[in-house]
Every structure is written in structure tokens, then in C-alpha cells.
């Protein structure tokens, strides 16, 4: 038949498919949903911060510059 799927505060469960290719997508943030067996798609997604460090050293500019470059990001899917 189904199942109770539950996510975290700081996870999103997303659960998309259904009935003649349906496209519609239903979003839950720290909660919890059914979901048809065979035909639901269920996603799991982490709510949590992610921290990327991107270096690039030693490149020159259109213009012969040299470069030394560092960038922080933090992104949350």
C-alpha cells in the first residue's frame, strides 16, 4: 500500500510522482508524509549549512596581472 516517511528539523523530504505521470511535488521541512509504494519518488534533502573554499593560485589576467585568489561560500541546498 504506503509508507510514513518523517525528516528532521533540518532535513526536506520531498515526494513527487503519483497517478497518469503526475508532476506535481510536495515539500516537507521537519515533518512527515505518505507516500504510495511504486508509485511515489521520495528525496531526502540536508537543510544544513555547507562551507566551500575555492583557491585558485598563480592565474594572470587577460592583461598579464598575477593572481593569487581565495573565496569562502556557504551555501544551504
Not at 555547507?50 to 592565474?59: F, G, P, Q
Request: charged letters at 15%.
Amino acid at each position: 500500500m504506503g509508507n510514513c516517511h518523517t525528516v528532521g528539523p533540518n532535513e526536506a523530504l520531498v515526494v513527487s510522482g503519483g497517478c497518469c505521470g503526475s508532476d506535481h511535488k510536495t515539500y516537507i521541512v521537519g515533518g512527515w508524509a505518505w507516500a504510495w509504494w511504486l508509485i511515489s519518488d521520495i528525496q531526502r534533502m540536508s537543510l544544513e549549512v555547507m562551507t566551500i573554499l575555492c583557491r585558485c593560485e598563480n592565474i594572470e589576467t587577460s592583461e598579464g596581472v598575477p593572481l593569487d585568489v581565495t573565496g569562502v561560500a556557504q551555501d544551504n541546498a
